[in-house]
């Protein structure tokens, strides 16, 4: 994705913010809601979906303390001038500021357009090769970025985010685009690279008149689909079968929960605080099941183990704070 260009299509973006919900947190169409939904954060990234699934919380002991930079960087390319002229194997601290640059410029995106210092912790941590739920944090903070465009001024918040919606839309409405001469099925360079052709009047009522059935589907989950290196790294699955891994992570798929967005004022360790506000958005996994022609099953037993996991890692979420 860093070597692909990738041009925003102004036109889709203003048609698909009139009609999205904050209080679902979906797309309210003629064919019924619809959303991005943490399968497609992984068809489309190859994210990661286990694992502490919120910035704030990570508070990792085990890896390389790094100070916050005693300047401001004013965009990633002054962080990367700082070290392209170093030889040799990179130091630790130039990994950390490699991964700083990664997570930022290329999958949360702060709205600044620059490097944050809260995803440091985070950038540190993955250093040693640990695993972490970037989807639940990438659809999290796109949550929160289109509820932001609704409520202000549009696209003025959504940051750089938006790159998410225009490849889940050049997926799902990829009859309304036009794609460089590339093989079926389309691929995620080649999604990014596709051109909206209709015009503002023409897609919204696309979007009031036509019916699920018109847009094209996305592959369905199967056994080998979350073929991943991550979750190969991940100790906990070293020893599951491909078709308990499957079950466990389609689970995480099509269930309820909240997504941690934000914490104010609040860095790694805060989670003990007292004192501390949360926001939530919440994931409606309903969708999925409709989006890709399945039947919402859900496996209690193993989903009991994720979530309490998830618990865990929130520190119990503290109802307390609603």
């Not at 410029?105 to 739920?133: D, H, M, R, W």
């Not at 794609?179 to 051109?195: A, E, H, N, W, Y």
């Not at 989670?271 to 409709?290: C, H, I, Q, T």
Request: neutral net charge; hydrophobic residues 45%.
């Amino acid at each position: 994705m860093s070597k692909v260009g990738m041009s925003k299509q102004s036109i889709l973006f203003d048609c698909l913010l009139r009609f999205w919900s904050p209080s679902s947190n979906a797309f309210l169409f003629s064919w019924g809601p619809m959303s991005p939904t943490l399968y497609d954060i992984y068809l489309f990234t190859g994210l990661p979906l286990i694992g502490l699934d919120s910035p704030y919380l990570i508070d990792d002991s085990s890896a390389p303390k790094l100070a916050p930079p005693r300047y401001f960087f004013p965009s990633h390319r002054a962080v990367m001038k700082q070290y392209e002229s170093c030889t040799g194997e990179p130091s630790i601290t130039e990994h950390i500021m490699f991964l700083w640059v990664l997570v930022c410029q290329y999958i949360f995106c702060p709205i600044s357009g620059k490097p944050s210092v809260e995803y440091l912790p985070l950038a540190c941590s993955l250093s040693t090769g640990k695993v972490y739920n970037l989807g639940a944090m990438l659809l999290g903070l796109f949550y929160k970025g289109m509820n932001s465009c609704v409520a202000n001024n549009p696209l003025s918040r959504l940051g750089g985010v938006v790159w998410f919606l225009q490849i889940w839309a050049a997926a799902y409405f990829s009859k309304l685009f036009s794609f460089p001469d590339s093989p079926d099925p389309l691929t995620i360079i080649s999604l990014m690279q596709g051109r909206f052709d209709l015009s503002a009047v023409e897609f919204t009522a696309f979007l009031q008149d036509k019916s699920f059935d018109e847009l094209t589907p996305p592959p369905k989950p199967h056994i080998g689909s979350f073929s991943q290196p991550w979750i190969t790294a991940h100790p906990r699955y070293q020893d599951e079968s491909k078709e308990s891994i499957f079950v466990i992570l389609f689970t995480a798929c099509v269930h309820h929960r909240f997504l941690i967005v934000d914490c104010v004022g609040g860095r790694p360790s805060v989670a003990a605080k007292d004192n501390v506000g949360w926001s939530f958005e919440l994931y409606n996994p309903a969708l999925f099941a409709r989006q890709f022609g399945l039947f919402q099953v859900i496996p209690h037993s193993s989903y009991q183990v994720l979530y309490s996991l998830h618990l865990s890692s929130c520190y119990l979420m503290n109802f307390a704070w609603f």
